[in-house]
């Protein structure tokens, strides 16, 4: 078990880039969670996959981001026409499926825009 | 709208005594409460849970204490050590899992 593991770790980027994130669960893990935190803040939900299927959006999670998880094993993070209120640690995190099962997370990307 | 609060940014102990923790939710459907441990540049680490049914669960040195009545959690860390310097983030769930709501996070120094 090599635990979660996100791509990259820092990005840092010009306002109105496209920028994109990827992220390795366990690999048992059916459930992958997107989250954004900011400083101060906990971690906020942005969206959550079970196996390959997007179950549920934030309304944190606006037009300019995507999210894909394809054959249900990793899963990518877009942010089309990035702006400085993007600049947060995106944390990616799995879990089994089911109610009382907790979220494994992983290191976090770090994306500053400029 | 917080829906877990944790009204305390940061908490100083002496190492060896006792480390309490707290936390408060608003939301009674919650069901599902646990709490994570993060360090600078890492992501959380899960620490410890308890589900509605429960109102204690212990492991090791820390143990979570739940009293629905009053939507109130805490963490109790005995004894403290330094390695325990962290953030805490309290954090709750309907049964369904789907997403987990956090709070602001605690700050704790334990000093040697």
């Known amino acids: ?114 | 709208d917080q829906q877990v609060k944790q009204n305390s940014p940061s908490l100083s102990v002496q190492e060896g005594r006792i480390s309490i923790l707290n936390c408060d939710y608003t939301n009674s459907m919650f069901d599902y409460f646990l709490w994570y441990k993060k360090y600078p540049a890492e992501g959380p680490t899960f620490l410890i849970s308890i589900s509605s049914i429960k109102d204690k669960n212990e492991d090791g040195r820390f143990t979570v204490f739940l009293n629905k009545s009053a939507k109130h959690l805490s963490l109790h860390i005995v004894p403290s050590q330094p390695g325990d310097s962290a953030v805490y983030f309290c954090a709750a769930s309907g049964n369904t899992g789907n997403q987990f709501y956090f709070g602001t996070g605690t700050s704790l120094t334990v000093i040697p």
């Open chain 1, 1 to 114: 078990d090599t635990g979660v593991s996100q791509d990259p770790r820092h990005k840092i980027t010009k306002r109105g880039q496209n920028v994109t994130f990827r992220c390795d669960p366990i690999s048992e893990h059916n459930r992958l969670y997107w989250y954004r935190q900011t400083l101060g803040q906990g971690p906020e939900f942005l969206t959550y996959f079970q196996n390959e299927a997007q179950l549920e959006k934030s309304r944190l999670l606006s037009d300019r981001f995507s999210a894909e998880r394809p054959k249900g094993s990793f899963s990518t993070l877009e942010i089309q026409r990035t702006e400085q209120g993007d600049s947060a640690m995106y944390l990616c995190a799995s879990s089994l499926t089911g109610g009382y099962n907790e979220q494994y997370f992983g290191p976090g990307t770090r994306l500053t825009v400029t």
